[in-house]
C-alpha cells in the first residue's frame, strides 16, 4: 500500500521528533498496533536519528529535517509532536493553521497561557488537539475513576498522593546541558516527572480552587530546578489534598489514598484497595450515639478489566476520534488544565504563600522569565552518558 495515497479508514500519521517517545511511536506504528494509523512520515533537526529512520523504519516513511517541511508536504492527516516540551506550542500551532489535526505528548507546554493558546487555535480553526496522558489508559486508574463517578463512594473529602518513585541521581540531571535549567526546561519535577499524576488528580478529584506549595529548588542535587515538592490543596466543596513528589528519596513510594464520605481508595503496588461504609461518615458524625464509633470493616481488591494500552491506548483513540468522532483519552483542554496546576504549585513556592486558581498567568509568566535570564549554562555535561542514551535524547519524561 502507498501510504501517500489517503484512505477513509487510515489516518497517515506524521511524528515530529524521534527521540526517546517519539522512536518507540514509530515501533509500535510499524508494528501494527494501532491498525488505523499508518505511520507516513517523521522529522527531526538531528541527522543521527534521521540515518536511525532510514535504517529501522519502512522506506515508504517519507523523512524531513524539519518540522515545516513535513507539514508542507501533504503526506500526513495529522501529526504526533514529541520535541522538547518548550518547542511543543510553536510547532502545535503551525500543525493546527495547516489544518492537521495534533496528539502532543506531555506536559503541552511550560506555561498554562501557551497551553491556552493551543486550544484556542484549536477551537477557532476546528482543529483537533489531544494530549497524550496516557496513564489514562491504565485499569488501575479507570477503576477508580469509575468508582468515583458512580457515587458508591460519596463526595472526596481528602486526597493524598505520594510519589516519589522518582529518584534520579546527578549523573542523570548532568547528561544534558538542558537538563534540569529553568532556561532548557522551565522546571523540575514537576513539569519533567509529573504532568501524569498532575493530570490523574485532576481527572479525579477535579481542579483545586487554592495550592499552598513548598518547592525546594536544588535541594537533593546540584540542579537549578524544584527536585523536592510539598503541596497543599483545597478544593472547591471543601476537600482537601496533599500531594508530595521528589527525585531524592530512594527507595521512593508512589502511593494514592482517596478517602470519601463512604469508603476509601488506596493505590499502590500495582493494586487499588476499596473499603465501603455502611452508611456515610456525615450520617454516622451526627447520628451515633457512640463517642467512638468504630465500623467494621471488610477492603477487598477492586475489579479491574486488566488493560493498559498506555501510548497504543491513546493513538488508538486520536484516530478513532479522527474518523467516527470518538471520545479522545485527553483534550487540549485536560493540557491546559494540567499545567494550571502545576504552574500554580511553581508559583506558590516562589511567592511563599497560596495561590488561587483560575491562575495569575501574567505574574506566573514575569517571575518564570526571571527564573529563565538568571539560568546558568552548565560548565560540563556527561558525554558518556548522553552519548549512550542519544536514542532516549527527546526530552520528554525521562
Known sequence: MNIDEKRPNLIRL??????NMGSEHCRNLVAGKCPETALSAVADLREDRLAWAASSLPASVRRFATAGE???????????????HPLHPVIALEALE?????????????AAKDARRMLDASRRLHVPLALMFNQRTNCLYRAMKH??????LGKIKRVTWIVTDWYRTQKYYDSGSWRATWKGEGGGVLLNQCPHQLDLL?????LPVQVDAHCHEGKWHHIEVEDDVTAYLEFEGGATGVFITSTGDLPGINRLQIDCEQGQL????GEVRCILLDQSERTVCFGSDDPWYHPEVHPFLLETDG???????VINAFAAHLLRGEPLVASAEDGVRALELSNAMHLSGWLGRPVSLPLDEVLFARLLQEKIDASVPKDTVDITYATSHQHTGARCGC
Open 266 to 269: 488506596i493505590c499502590e503496588n
Open 98 to 110: 495547516a489544518g492537521l489535526p495534533v496528539l502532543c505528548e506531555k506536559p503541552a507546554a511550560v
Open 147 to 152: 468508582t468515583l463517578d458512580s457515587g458508591r
Open 14 to 19: 506524521g511524528v515530529i521528533g524521534i527521540g
Open 202 to 206: 485532576i481527572w479525579l478529584c477535579g
Open 307 to 313: 488493560k493498559n494500552d498506555q501510548h497504543v491506548g
Open 70 to 84: 513535513l507539514l508542507q508536504a501533504g503526506c500526513c492527516d495529522a501529526v504526533l509532536i514529541a520535541v522538547p
